[in-house]
């Protein structure tokens, strides 16, 4: 997706959800592959990350580039917000040593 069309889609999304409850309910799941979350694309992680039944996996390389992931979510998202969606049973974001 380029621009801002993942608005519409998120929008169109959250409408299905609403008007279908019984089939609207699944999961939003979003890989991150060798993108290194930078503020410059906040808007756009922020909005996809934080939807309503997301599950959001990242995977790093090793420990360094997992440090930087960890540090430039919080900026884009926040410290709160990270901790409270990494350190539960129910955590919705993940991070995954990529192999190979």
Known sequence: MTGSEYRSWLEQRRKFQKS??????????IYIFGHSLDVTD??????????????????????????DKIC???????????????GTEKSSIKFQLQRG
């Not at 279908?20 to 799941?29: C, I, Q, R, V």
């Open 72 to 86: 430039h979510l919080v900026k884009v998202i926040g410290e709160e917000e990270l901790i409270s969606r990494t």
């Open 20 to 29: 279908t409850p019984k089939y609207g309910t699944s999961e939003l799941n």
């Open 42 to 67: 906040k808007d756009i992680l922020r909005d996809l990350i934080l939807e309503d039944g997301t599950m959001t996996t990242i995977y790093y390389h090793d420990k360094k580039d997992l440090g």
